[in-house]
């Protein structure tokens, strides 16, 4: 039998597709919805630093909810693999790779990359 996920992103980004709501009560939310599995956003606040937050409270609230991390969309925020500025192209693999080692810890299986995410504030589009 086939199992669905539903992304955590649904409960963390508004209409205008910011990042606003908070990532541990939406795998409250995602379990009430019927779902045991998701798909954790590495955006928002928690994720603006430049190193991953704290597993911990993610991991209790995975416990809590009983919902499973099968996959995680990485941040797209400031992410361009493809740069052609090696400083650029170093510090989004550093993010990516940050993230990864954080999704390991939550026993997370599969994780999406884009190349090229989402320019930060004031930025022009990624050509």
Known sequence: MATFSLASSLFVFSKENKPHGDPYAALDSIAAAGFSQTELMAEGEI???????????????????AVTPRTLHTPM????????????????????????????????????????GRPGEGEEPFG
């Open 77 to 116: 925020s400031d992410v361009n693999l493809a740069s052609s500025i090696e400083e650029v192209r170093r510090a989004s693999v550093g993010r990516i790779v940050d993230t990864l080692r954080f999704f390991a810890e939550l026993g997370g299986q599969t994780a999406i990359v884009h190349p090229t």
């Open 47 to 65: 994720w603006e630093h430049s190193e991953s937050p704290d597993p911990r409270p993610f991991r209790q609230a995975i416990e809590r909810s």
